[in-house]
C-alpha cells in the first residue's frame, strides 16, 4: 500500500504529524540472521524507524561487479524492517563516514593517478553515476510512495564538514532524482552556520548531527532554515548516544545511560530523532576506518559504540533507560523485545597446525613483479597486508633505509629475521640500519583502515606507493604478494611447508561444539593479527587494546567440527584461544 510522507512546519505521514523516531543499525556490521533481532528490539524500545548508510565499496568491490546477496542484501533488510511495522531512512552515499573503511568509497577509485573525490571531477563522477544507477534499481521500488518503507533519503553526508562545492551536492541530487527517488531529500551537518551553508543543497532538508545541547544546536539549525528555506521541521539525524573505539584508547569509550536519556528527552521536545547507533555491530572483514588528526588512529574491530544494543545485540542499562524515555511519546504500548540470545564459554582450544608465512608463501600464488613497489590498490586489494620483497644488490652495506608514501605499518626482515617495524609517521624518515651486501630484503605492509573523514580522505593509499631508499638512492626489483586474507588465499595454505618460531605465521585451529551459541574469542598471550572463523573475516586483534576478546555470532559456527584461523605478525603465540560467554576490554598504552 503507497503512502504519503511530507514536510512543511513538520513531518506529515499520510496527512498526519509525524515525529521521527528512529535508530540506526548497519546491516553490513550484523549477520543477516539476526537482522531481525536487532530490528525488533529498536521497535520493542519505542522506535518507529529504522536508519542504515549503504556502504558503496560493499556493493561494488570491483568497478563494475555488483553484489546485493547474503549480508549485502539491503532489500532484504528493508523489507524485513517494513514486515515489523518499520519505516526507513536510507543515506545511500557516495560517502558515508561511518567510521568504515575509506568512509564507504571503493579502494579501487585510488588505483587511478589523479583521482579526486567528493567533487565533480569527471571520473569520480562517472563511477558515482555507474553505482547509482543500478543501487537506486535496488531502493526505488522501496520508496514509502510505491509500497515500501522509505521515508527519505540523503544527498551526500556530511559534506559541509569537507568542502564546498555545491555543484556537487546538485549533481548527485539530480543523479538520485533522475534514477527515481521521489521521497523527501536531505542533507545532515554539523550544527555550525558554515557546514550548514556548505552541506546544504536545493531540494534537500537541511539537518543537523550533535551528541548534546539540543537547545542550542536547535537553535541554530532554525536560524539557518528560517535564513533559507522557511518553516521546516527540526531533525537531528544523528544523535550520538556514545562513541567510536580505537587502537591504544585507554579503555572502551561509555557515557552514563541517565545522560543520555536526558540529552535524547531533549531532542524528542523539539523535533525528530535519530539515535546514531541504535545498534553498531562489528567491523568484520578489517573494512574499520580510521581517523587522522596529526597521528593515525585506526577504529577496533568491535563497532560496540556504546550504542543501547551492544556489540552483541544484548540490551543495555542505556536501551532500558531510552525505552522508559520512549515509552512516553509512544502513541500505543511497547511491544516486548525479543528473548537474550545464548552465549556460552566454549572453553581452550589449541592450535592444531601452524605455517610460517614464509614458508606459506609458494602456495598462495605467483608474486607480482615490478620494478618498483606498487600500492595495494593498484595491486587490485582493498584490505589485509602485502608482503614485498627483493635481493639487495652486492654493492657494500647499507646504512639507512626509507619507506616513501608507505601506509600504514611495516614490518622490515633482513634475511628472514625481524630487523624493525615502522608505524604511521615512522614511514616518512629515513632509518638506520646494517644490510650487509647480497641479503634478502622482506617488508610486510599491513593496511590499519583507510581515513573515514577529513581532508586526508584522498590521500588513502595502502602498502608502498613511493620507493624504498637505501642510502637515499631508490632501490629496483621487486616481487609483491598481496595478502587479503580471504577465504579462497586462506584455501591454499599448506600447513606441512614448515614453521619457525618468532615469524609471522599462520595458526589453524580445530574443534567440535554440539551446537552454536554466541561467543567471544579471546586471545591473550598473542600478539597482533586477524583472524577468520569458518572462512569468515572475523577481523582485527591487537594485544594494545581496549578491545580484548572479538565477538563471534553464532551464525558462524556450525553443529560439528568448526576451524578458526589466525594469522600473526608479531611472532606472539601461546599456542591456544577461549572461548568466552562476555565480551572483553582492558587498558591498554597509547604507544605502538
Not at 512546519?9 to 528512529?22: A, H, K, T, V
Not at 596529526?294 to 556504546?306: N, R
Amino acid at each position: 500500500m503507497a503512502h504519503t510522507f511530507t514536510q512543511s512546519d513538520r513531518f506529515y505521514l499520510d496527512g498526519r504529524p509525524f515525529q521521527i523516531r528512529s535508530g540506526a543499525i548497519h546491516y553490513f556490521r550484523v549477520v543477516p540472521a539476526y537482522w531481525r533481532d536487532r530490528l525488533e528490539k529498536l521497535k520493542a524500545m519505542g522506535c518507529n524507524t529504522v536508519e542504515t548508510y549503504i556502504p558503496w565499496n560493499l556493493h561494488e568491490p570491483k568497478p563494475g561487479v555488483y553484489d546485493f546477496s547474503g549480508g549485502r542484501d539491503v532489500a532484504a533488510f528493508l523489507k524485513l524492517a517494513q514486515e515489523l511495522g518499520l519505516w526507513a531512512i536510507v543515506r545511500p552515499g557516495p560517502y558515508i563516514c561511518a567510521e568504515w573503511d575509506f568512509g564507504g568509497l571503493p579502494s579501487w577509485l585510488l588505483a587511478e593517478d589523479g583521482m579526486r573525490l567528493r567533487c565533480t571531477y569527471p571520473p569520480f563522477l562517472r563511477a558515482v553515476r555507474r553505482y547509482f544507477a543500478r543501487l537506486l534499481q535496488v531502493l526505488a521500488p522501496l520508496q514509502i510512495d510505491r509500497g515500501g518503507n522509505i521515508l527519505m533519503m540523503q544527498v551526500e553526508n556530511e559534506y559541509g564538514s569537507y568542502g564546498d562545492e555545491h555543484a556537487y551536492l546538485e549533481a548527485l541530487r539530480d543523479l538520485l532524482r533522475e534514477n527515481g527517488v521521489t521521497v523527501p531529500l536531505f542533507t545532515s551537518d554539523g550544527p555550525l552556520p558554515r557546514s550548514l551553508a556548505n552541506g546544504s543543497v536545493e531540494g534537500a532538508l537541511p539537518t543537523v548531527n550533535f551528541g548534546a545541547g539540543a537547545p542550542e544546536k536547535f537553535a541554530v539549525l532554525q536560524a539557518f532554515l528560517a535564513q533559507t528555506r522557511g518553516e521546516a521541521p527540526l531533525l537531528c539525524t544523528e544523535f550520538w548516544v556514545g562513541w567510536f573505539d580505537a587502537w591504544g584508547d585507554r579503555a572502551h569509550n561509555t557515557t552514563p545511560p541517565d545522560v543520555c536519556a536526558r540529552e535524547v528527552e531533549a531532542v524528542l521536545k523539539r523535533g525528530s530523532i535519530n539515535l546514531y547507533l541504535f545498534h553498531g555491530g562489528t567491523n568484520f572483514g578489517l573494512l574499520n576506518g580510521a581517523n587522522d588528526y596529526g597521528a593515525l588512529s585506526p577504529d577496533t574491530t568491535s563497532y560496540d559504540y556504546d550504542a543501547p544494543l551492544a556489540e552483541d545485540g544484548s540490551m543495555t542499562p542505556k536501551y532500558n533507560a531510552l525505552r522508559a524515555l520512549f515509552a512516553r511519546f509512544a502513541e500505543e504500548p511497547l511491544p516486548a523485545p525479543p528473548p537474550p540470545i545464548p552465549k556460552r564459554a566454549f572453553g581452550t582450544v589449541s592450535v592444531t597446525d601452524c605455517v610460517s608465512l614464509e614458508a606459506a608463501l609458494p602456495s598462495l600464488g605467483e608474486p607480482v613483479r615490478s620494478p618498483w613497489p606498487l600500492c595495494m590498490e593498484k595491486l587490485g586489494q582493498s584490505v589485509g597486508y602485502v608482503l614485498y620483497s627483493t635481493q639487495v644488490a652486492p654493492h657494500g652495506t647499507y646504512r639507512t633505509i626509507e619507506l616513501q608514501r608507505t601506509a600504514d605499518r611495516a614490518q622490515l626482515f633482513f634475511d628472514g629475521r625481524p630487523a624493525m617495524t615502522l608505524y604511521d609517521r615512522e614511514l616518512h624518515a629515513p632509518h638506520d640500519v646494517c644490510l650487509p651486501l647480497q641479503h634478502r630484503l622482506s617488508i610486510l605492509v599491513e593496511n590499519l583502515g583507510r581515513v573515514n573523514y577529513g581532508p586526508l580522505l584522498a590521500y588513502q593509499r595502502k602498502g608502498i606507493d613511493g620507493a624504498v631508499l637505501l642510502d637515499g638512492r631508490s632501490h629496483a626489483g621487486w616481487e609483491m604478494i598481496p595478502l587479503p586474507m580471504d577465504a579462497a588465499m586462506a584455501s591454499r595454505l599448506d600447513f606441512s611447508a614448515g614453521f619457525t618460531p618468532g615469524l609471522p605465521a599462520f595458526y589453524r585451529f580445530r574443534f567440535s561444539i554440539e551446537a552454536p551459541a554466541d561467543t567471544f574469542l579471546d586471545l591473550a598471550g598473542w600478539g597482533k593479527g586477524c583472524v577468520l572463523v569458518n572462512g569468515f573475516l572475523l577481523g582485527r586483534f591487537w594485544d594494545k587494546g581496549p578491545q580484548s576478546r572479538l565477538y563471534v555470532p553464532a551464525p558462524l559456527l556450525r553443529a560439528g567440527e568448526n576451524e578458526v584461523l589466525l594469522f600473526e605478525t608479531e611472532g606472539r603465540a601461546c599456542g591456544r584461544i577461549v572461548f568466552c560467554d562476555s565480551p572483553g576490554w582492558r587498558e591498554g598504552p597509547k604507544e605502538v
